[in-house]
């Protein structure tokens, strides 16, 4: 499986972008599919999270009404709406697919074995 993300960029605070992600492979293996970000020296963080079957969302606090993740499983590809952007929110976005993730894990980043190439959200004040 290989995971290809786009559609980062610099926007103003108050704008939107929305990320997309394309997987290639057996993508039907997949129990749900993710967003997380990282800036220098912190850990990856969770945003957001979509189940591949039945599409149940989780979201981190920081961006819940904001951010909207989305699945087209005909296009195998995922998305992220990001509204009402913050400088807060720069940071390289990733998209990850696991197979083994549960419920109770999957807002976790080891319960992901597939990982995209990061793309950069840059938000100026």
């Known amino acids: 499986v290989q995971l290809q993300a786009s559609g980062g960029g610099l926007v103003q605070a108050g704008g939107s972008l929305r990320l997309s992600c394309i997987a290639s492979g057996l993508t039907r293996s997949f129990n749900d599919m993710g967003w997380f970000r990282q800036v220098p020296e912190k850990g990856r963080e969770f945003v957001a999270t979509i189940r591949w079957n039945g599409g149940s969302t989780a979201y981190a606090d920081s961006v819940k009404g904001r951010f909207t993740i989305s699945l087209d499983k005909r296009k195998n590809t995922l998305y992220l709406q990001m509204n009402s952007l913050q400088p807060e929110d720069t940071a390289d976005y990733y998209c990850?697919?696991?197979?083994?993730?549960?419920?109770?894990?999957?807002?976790?980043?080891?319960?992901?074995?597939?990982w995209g190439q990061g793309t950069q959200v840059t938000v100026s004040s």
């Open positions: 990850a697919g696991s197979t083994g993730s549960i419920i109770s894990t999957r807002r976790q980043n080891d319960a992901y074995n597939y």
